[in-house]
Structures are given as C-alpha cells and as structure tokens.
C-alpha cells in the first residue's frame, strides 16, 4: 500500500489550559488508507481528529493536506467530513434533507442533488427512508444517515470519530463489516478513532496506539498484535502475560526463572528486558523433551471457543494460558514456548530517576515533598541533584494524607509475581512502583521513600 | 368527603382568582359610569370603544398603540440579545458559567420599582433625554434575562456536535447558525419573546419611571392617570375585558398547539 501521503502531522502539539493533551504528534496518513486512532479515553485520539477536522487548531507543528498548510482553512472550506460518536443528525431535518445538507450548500443542481442522495441511501441500505424523521430511526439507522450525510459530499477524507460506540454488540459487527466494505468501494481515505481494540484490529490498514498524549506505536494489526514495542501496547491489544526478563546474549531470554530460545537480537548481554507473551501462544505438552517448565493450574474458565486457565509455574509467577483443552485445576502441566512467540522489548526504565534539589544535608527535595536521606558529604543545601530510587523501594500507604506526597494509581500492570503501577502525583509527575500489593486504578495513595533507598548523585556527574 | 373538600378548596381558589375579571366582564354590558351600578344590559361602551365616541378615546387609542410598539419592540430585541447571550453563557464553564447565570437571574427578581428608579437616575446622569427610546431600552433589559432563561434548556438538549456538524458539512458559521442553530433553539426563542412581549405590556413601574416628560402614556400609566383623574373611564371595561379575551384564547391556542405536537411525537 505505497502510496502517496494525503495528511501529515508534523510535530503537532495542544494543550488546554495547563494539561498537555498531544504532545509532539507526528504521523502520517496515505491516500486511500484506512487508518485507525486507537486508545483509551483521554490519550488525545478525539484531540488529534478533531485537529485535522478543524474544530481545534493545534498549538504547535503543522498539519498538511497533499503537503500544503491547512491550518489556517477553517472546517467549512475542508474537503472531510466527520461521522459523529453521537450521530449529530439535524432533528428539525428528514433524512433526505439531513443528507442533502451539504450539497444544498454547495448549490448543487436539484436533479444531481435527488441523484446523490438516493445513491447514498442505497448505499448504506436506507432506500425509502428519505421521508422519515430522523428522531424516529434506531441508533443503528441514524448512524447509516450520518454516514451517508458524510459520503454524499464525497470527502477525499472520512474521520469517524467512535461512531459504532452507541450501538450494541451485534448490530457493531455488522456496521464493521459494512464499513469495511464501503472502504474498499469508495477508495475513500478513512481515519477512525476508537478505544475498541478489536474493531481496530478488525477494520484498520494502519492502527496508531495512543496513550498520554503521545504515538506509542503505528503498524498494521499483526505488527501490533505480534510485537508491540513496550509494555503499554502489549497490554492494551489483546490480552497478554507480560513479565520482567534479562536478556542473556542474543536469541537467548530468561525469564520466570527460566532460560527461552527466542529470535531478538541487538539488545546487548545481560540487559533487563520486557518479555510479552500471548496467551494462546504457551503450549501444552505430554512429551517431558519438549517441556520448558511445569506449572500447577490454578483456574479453568470456558470462554465459548477456547479455555482460559491461570497456572502457577515451579517457580511461583503467574500465567494466563488459552487452549482448546481444559486441564484439570489443581493438576501439574508441562509447558512449552516457541522461540518465534516470545516477544522481547527494552524496558522503557529501570527504576525511578528524579531530579531534584538538597534541602540540607541530611533532607532533599522531590516531586515537590522534602524526604528524609542519609548524610551526602559534599552536597550543600540548594543544590541540584537526580535521585534514583528502585521501583520496589516506594512505600504506598492507604492514606494520602500519610504519605509525604499524595498520589493516584493511574495504570497497573500485572507482571505474572507482583503488580508495576503508575502513580501520578500532585504535581502531575509519575513515579513507577513494583509491589506485591493489591491497588485498583484511581486509588488515593499516599507516598513515602525510606531514607536509605534514596541513591543521590550531583545533577552534573554524568 | 375528602375529596369534596379538595374541590371545595379548588373551586374557592378560583372564584378567588376569576371574582374580579368575571366583575369587570359583566359591568362592560351596563352602561353606568360608576362601577358596580347596573343600569341594564348595553352594549353601549363596546360601542363607544370602537366607534371613539367616548371621552379621551384619542388619547386611550394611541396609549393602546405605544404599549404593543413597545411591547412588540423590546420583545423582539430582548429575544435576539437574549439568544446571542445564551449561546455565550452555554460555551462558557465552571465558575464563570454559574457566575453569569446567576447575575441574570438577578434583574428578574429585583422589584420593578428599584429597577424603574435606577433606570431612571441612569438616563438622568447620562443626559439621555426621556422618551420612547429610554422606555424600550429600560424593556430590553428587563426582558432579556427571560429570553435567556428560556434558551438555555433547549441548549443544554441540543446535541453539542450540531453545530460542528454544520460547519464540517460546508455550512460558514452564519449558515450553521440560520440553518440549525436557531431552528433547534426556536421553541425556546419564540417562549422567550412571548415571556418579554408579556412583562412589557403590563410593566407599570419602570415605565412611569422611565417615560419623561414628553407626555408618553401606556395603557397601564393611562389608566392609572385616569383613576386618579375621578374614577375610570367606563369604555375602559370593555377594553379590559377584550384584552382578557385575547390573552385567553392565546393561551388556549398554544396549549392546544403543544398537546398536539406532544401527541404526534409519541405516536411516532
């Protein structure tokens, strides 16, 4: 699908108020691709549409269309049109004069505006609706409308914003696969946002994993399903085991204590690493030859095509494992990876670095609370420092007002023995905690950092 | 028995409220010029009404005449003020949202005579000489906070996408609003108007405040200049009763109209 690009965004960037919603956007879109905006609430996927509609104008960088500037186009004088979350028909409109909007203000001919209008409907199968009332259609029909309110204007771009998120399971499907099928018709380029992750795997050329306002990761859908890049990707497309490793030397990974062929290279030797692995892709064996490790299952769901089991393995980390078979909870399994299902990624940290400033001698400054540390010899007050704290070292207390800072629990991670959270603080900065504790996202927690866990060095000594 | 209490109650209630306009009404069929003297059935005074065979019927038409021009003006005036400050107040958030809704409300509730008296210092201090204009003005702004608080339901229900819908279909912002905006706000528009149109006709205070001196009368300071002039004109009941009518049958109307389009929708 070379092709040449129809939108880029180069460096874009929004803000409102002082939360940064995008921040340094670059992508771009080719002609006639379908390309996905994928992430969940508040990553900025709506922002970013909402920018290339119009409706926003960003703060920094630029966005073209077929390489030119459009910033300073206004909506009306884009050649997109947008299909709402929420339909956005006109309620005082028939269907047919919902549809012939845009062409009405075109001053389109009455003939070739009837024309255009009766193909769309046909189009999205809404023959012999042009009379009704739009307040009077299903969710499903109003949702057709606001399609073929769009597609009549033949736009060189259509952006959805999660249009399908109001419909129920079934009728969701089938508007997919219509879609779909319209995409190929029409040759028409598509940008679609959505926080459903397997209408994006399911509809997308191009899928473009968003999260804090930032690209984590553009790919087809088996590059992102196959190999995400961090641990944020793998968690949030499908459902995955993602656990702490080192890499050994290169094609070699241990991890849960184990030792595991795999195909990446170039990491370096002994380097902590993130290792995602699938949860259809650990296999079951009698041979004790193939065997990796044992486990003892756990639990065993039916989940229509395939079981879902949680195993313990021999040295005490938890998997999530899908197979057609079901074994007996309470039983011991062999177990079995295959070199080409491990999927190895550079761990985006190791452990906490901060900046911050020496108080006194013995107190430092962090995050916007002063902490208790051991004597640094040589360090004066008012210098500047970086502290490095371990993510295991960090206290979480039950009560905010407990802890030196406050925080929230923004993201978990389960990491197959214990839970990698994020906590956002006051302040807005975050901080990485690794316990073995049981903490739900938007629990209050206060914070606190023992005094000999705080590894101090001079800003400036490299 | 409870229940015949609970008319009874119901039915005191309404004599209470309907005794003087059904007083009014009967003592426009007589033709004696002290209210509440029957003299025989007449239709004289409706005669005199219409025919200005009456005593001053030059002076009560033309009070007649500036109470719908006002009215009619200040109405219109307040409905598009009104809406334009709606639509502001509804893009607005949090505290400054709050904040400027409640200073609309406060106009509505502040006692026409403190309105009528501050409105009147103010064009005092601003040399702004006392007439028809000073009394529309002083209606506008009455009028509007009404109209606002009657647009901004229908905002709130108003699918927020609309109007981007508009713009993103090829609409300029002038069409987005002529085309969809002021339609899905109507309802609310023409409530509001009707609202205004209302207090302005029977406003009494701020206009007698605010008229000058240029001998500008409206029904309300007409009557009230007449009844102190040594008891009421007597062609001044049928007038009243007239006006009584209209509103009635106005009333009705509407009512009619909104049971019917309630009806339609839930048929659909």
Known sequence: MAGEHIIDLNHVSKSFGDKKILDDINLYVRKGEFVTLLGPSGCGKTTTLRLIAGFLAPDEGEILLDGRDISGIPPHKRPFNTVF?????????????NIAFGLKLQKVPSDEIDKRVRKVLKMVSMTDYEERDVNSLSGGQQQRVAIARALVNQPKILLLDEPLAALDLKMRKDMQIELK?????????????????EEALTLSDTIVVMNEGKIQQ?????????????????????????????MIRDRRVSFIGHEFECVDEGFGENVPVDVVVRPEDIYFTKKPERAQFTATVNSCTFKGVHYEMYVDTDTGNELMIQDYDAYPVGSTVMLYIDPDDIQVMVKERTCNTIEGKMVDETHVELLGGEFECLPQPGLT???????????????????????????????????????????????GDHLWVDTDDIWDKGDLVGIDLAKEDIKIRRKHEA | MKKFLAQTYIWILMVLLYAPLAFIAVFSFTESKVLGN??????????????????????????VENTLLIALVSAFVSMVLGTVAAIGIHNLSGRKKRALTFVNNIPMINPDVITGVSLFLLFIFLHFSQGYLSVILSHISFGTPYVVLSVLPKLRQMNP???????????????????VLVPQLRPGMVSGFI??????????????????????????????ADARKG?????LRPLMTLIFLIILVLLLVINIRQARMQKEKENL
């Open chain 1, 381 to 427: 007050g008012g210098e500047e420092i970086v502290a490095e704290i371990a993510f295991d070292k960090v206290d979480l207390l039950d009560h905010q007002e407990d802890g030196v800072l406050a925080g929230e629990v923004h993201f978990l991670l389960y990491k197959g023995d214990h839970y990698h959270l994020t906590i956002l603080t006051e302040d």
């Open chain 2, 38 to 63: 029957w003299t025989g059935f007449s239709t004289k005074l409706y005669e005199n009404l219409f025919t200005g065979r009456m005593q001053g019927s030059a002076s009560l038409i033309s009070a």
């Open chain 2, 231 to 235: 008891g009421l004109t007597p062609e």
């Open chain 1, 85 to 97: 979350q929420r339909y956005a028909l006109f309620p005082h409109l028939d269907v047919y004069d």
């Open chain 1, 218 to 246: 553009i790919g087809t859908p088996t590059d992102i399903y196959n190999e995400p890049v961090n641990s944020f990707v793998a968690d949030f497309i499908g459902e995955s085991n993602i656990l702490n490793g080192t």
């Open chain 2, 161 to 179: 996408n609309i109007y981007e819908a508009a713009l993103d279909l090829g609409a300029t912002p002038g069409q987005a609003l002529r085309k």
């Open chain 2, 195 to 224: 609202l205004a149109f209302t207090m302005s006709l029977d406003d009494f205070a701020v206009t007698f405040f605010t008229r000058g001196t240029i001998g500008l009368e409206t029904l309300s300071t007409y009557i009230y």
């Open chain 1, 181 to 197: 099928e319209m995409h190929r018709e029409l040759g028409i380029t598509f940008i679609y946002v959505t926080h459903d992750q």
